[in-house]
Structures are given as structure tokens and as C-alpha cells.
């Protein structure tokens, strides 16, 4: 295969695993304000408490392959997102401290939770104007300081999207995971999500349709529509099947994995919509990859340490796979 494009499959691979794991995580601290019976925060906090930080290594491992493999890719992003990535980051410390101390706190305890809620609230958010920026595109001349073009309707509406997408898989997760009031509460919640996000696909879906002409080539020239139509269909499936199980309790387990779909769905048509561009109309995966010696002396890593964290994901999941029991120790 070729490398580079090897190297593009890895770091989308990376991308969706971030996405999938580490969203439903801090989806938990966006849906904190919806949880403040005695006791609910205690739960909230327990059912990720073993996964939390190993969910954030695709972080670590996606931006290390943007950096060894895609520099050129790495560079435009950091220099053009520099606040909003830093807001990211300073978000995300904030919200590791928060989920540390709050176990062993007491009278500052409520302190600990805004962190965390507002910590996964500004992360989500900042993810997601990345995300639009990325889609609407970057102009070749821009900067972190000399410009906000990372500051639009449309940016500002993908990083709501992005944290409602977050929050409704923080609530199938529940859902699968809670009994009784908190499943129930987490049931209710998750319809009202689902519906935002389905609406929020189809906005994005056509906005992105109607202002890059681009992109609008790639999915209606020719019989692109008619090829491309299952991805749609499938977004329509995957939330019919997860209302229903939401509202008759049958299968637990099946709106979180329906979730995770959506997500797949939506990077899958992120994927065709700006192929092969990294940075649309600027940067192809071939114009910003690294040198061929570069690209193989970071494969052997890559074969190693992908399979590896994948291992002790599944092992992880698998070992406090069940319902959150409820206890007051810490973790």
C-alpha cells in the first residue's frame, strides 16, 4: 500500500477512536448540570473513572502522527488554531485535576465539579470549531493572531453540534450503564440529543453542500448521490433503531453503538467530502507527508503500539464491562 495513504487510514483510525472514546467522556461533564440529585455526580464520575485517561491516548496518538507524518498539516493547524487548541488543552488539564481531586474532597468538592463540567464544555466545544474551520477552509495566509477566520456562524455551530453529539453518546452510555432513575433520566435525555443531533447533521450536511463548491461537485456530479446515499440512510437507521430502544428499554447496549455509527458515518462523509485534501483546496495527504525515511522508521512503531493500545482498550472495557455499582471510594 501506499504510505502515505497508509499513514492517512492510521490517523483517521486514531481520529475516530478519540472521537468515540474520549467523547463520551467528556460528554459526561457536559451533561453534569442535568444530574445534581444526591448521589448522580458520584455515579456519573464512577462509570468512566477506569477509562477516562486511557481513552485520551488516540489523542496523544494522533497528534503524534500529525506531527511525524503530516508536518506540514501540523504547522498550518497549530500556527492557524493556536487559541482554540490551547483553550482545548488548558480545558482538558483543568478537567484531569478536577476528576483527580474531587474523590478526596469535601467542602471544595463543587468547585471540582464546575472544573470538570466546564473543563469538558470548552474542550468539546473547541474540537468542534476545529472541525468547522477545517471543513470551511483555511486561507493560505492566515494566522492564529491575525486572524479569526476560525470565528464564524458556521464554526460556532459545529462546536455546539460536536457537543451535543458528545453529550447524547454520554447518555447512551449511561443509558447502558445506570439502572432505574439515573437509566430512565439518561434515556429521556438521550431522545432529546438524538433528535438535536440528527438535525445538526442534516444543517452542517447542507450548509458545507451549498457554500463549497467543492464539495458539492463531490457528492451530486454525475451518479455520486445515488453511490453515496447509503451514508445518509444509514445516519436515518442508526436513529430510528436508538429512539426505539431508548423508549422501550429493550436493548441497552444498542443506542450507544448506534451512536458510535453516527460518528463513523460522519467522518466517513467528512472523509469523501474533502479527499484528498488534509487542509481542503491547499494541502493533499501526498504534498504534506513526511519523507520516505521518515515514513519508515515510524512504521515499525506503528505496527507495534497501535495493536498494543488496542489490546489494552478492549481488555480494559472488557474487565468493568457491566452496570456501575454504586460505592463512595474513589478509584
Not at 434515556?187 to 450548509?207: D, F, G, Q
Not at 520516505?292 to 505496527?303: I, S
Request: contains cysteine; glycine residues 8%; proline residues 5%.
Amino acid at each position: 500500500m501506499d504510505l502515505p495513504l497508509f499513514y492517512f487510514l492510521v490517523l483517521g483510525f486514531a481520529i475516530f477512536m478519540y472521537v468515540s472514546l474520549d467523547g463520551f467522556d467528556l460528554g459526561i461533564g457536559i451533561l453534569y448540570p442535568w444530574f445534581d440529585k444526591p448521589g448522580e455526580r458520584d455515579h456519573l464520575m464512577q462509570s468512566i473513572s477506569h477509562v477516562w485517561d486511557g481513552n485520551e491516548t488516540w489523542m496523544v496518538m494522533g497528534g503524534a502522527l500529525l506531527y511525524g507524518v503530516f508536518p506540514a498539516v501540523y504547522g498550518t493547524l497549530l500556527s492557524t488554531l493556536y487559541i482554540p487548541l490551547m483553550l482545548m488543552l488548558f480545558a482538558l488539564i483543568f478537567r484531569g485535576v478536577a476528576f483527580e481531586y474531587r474523590f478526596k474532597s469535601d467542602r471544595s468538592r463543587a468547585y471540582w465539579d464546575l472544573s470538570f463540567s466546564a473543563g469538558s464544555a470548552i474542550a468539546a466545544f473547541c474540537q468542534g470549531l476545529v472541525l468547522g474551520t477545517v471543513v470551511q477552509g483555511i486561507p493560505a495566509d492566515s494566522s492564529a493572531f491575525s486572524s479569526l477566520h476560525w470565528i464564524t456562524p458556521f464554526t460556532l455551530f459545529t462546536g455546539f453540534a460536536v457537543m451535543a453529539g458528545y453529550a447524547m453518546l454520554a447518555a447512551c452510555y449511561l443509558f447502558m450503564k445506570s439502572r432505574h432513575d439515573i437509566q430512565a433520566h439518561a434515556a429521556n435525555i438521550a431522545k432529546t440529543l438524538l433528535i438535536t443531533v440528527l438535525i445538526a447533521m442534516v444543517v452542517v450536511s447542507v450548509w458545507t453542500v451549498l457554500t463549497q463548491p467543492y464539495i458539492y461537485q463531490r457528492w451530486f456530479s454525475g451518479m455520486n448521490f445515488v453511490y453515496l446515499a447509503p451514508l445518509p440512510l444509514l445516519c436515518l437507521v442508526a436513529g430510528v433503531i436508538s429512539w426505539k430502544d431508548l423508549h422501550s428499554h429493550r436493548h441497552e447496549s444498542r443506542p450507544f453503538w448506534c451512536g458510535i455509527l453516527l460518528f463513523l458515518l460522519g467522518l466517513a462523509g467528512l472523509v469523501i467530502s474533502i479527499f484528498p485534501y488534509m487542509i481542503p483546496q491547499q494541502l493533499t495527504l501526498w504534498q504534506a507527508v513526511s519523507p520516505k525515511t521518515t515514513l519508515e522508521f515510524v512504521l515499525p512503531g506503528v505496527c507495534i503500539f497501535i495493536p498494543i493500545i488496542c489490546l489494552y482498550t478492549l481488555w480494559g472495557y472488557r474487565i468493568f464491562s457491566g452496570k456501575v455499582e454504586d460505592y463512595r471510594e474513589g478509584y
